[in-house]
């Protein structure tokens, strides 16, 4: 609940966003390209990864329809 003081400090504005904080958001130091950069080098080695996990399932499938 706001104060008077607080409401009449604020131009006697009774808008809600006025008394509800905001946590500032820290300015992140780093260089956009080479996070990216390194994002995109992760996202291939997961794809490549997935890929063979995808062929090995197809495999174990294959082979398991085959008993039947």
Request: overall charge negative.
């Amino acid at each position: 609940m706001a104060t008077i003081n607080e409401i009449e400090a604020r131009g006697w504005s009774l808008n809600p966003g006025r008394y509800v904080g905001v946590a500032q958001k820290d300015e992140e130091d780093y260089d956009f390209f080479e996070r990216l950069q390194e994002l995109n080098e992760e996202l291939e080695q997961l794809n490549a990864e997935a890929a063979e996990l995808e062929e090995r399932i197809r495999k174990n499938v294959s082979k398991l329809l085959e008993v039947e």
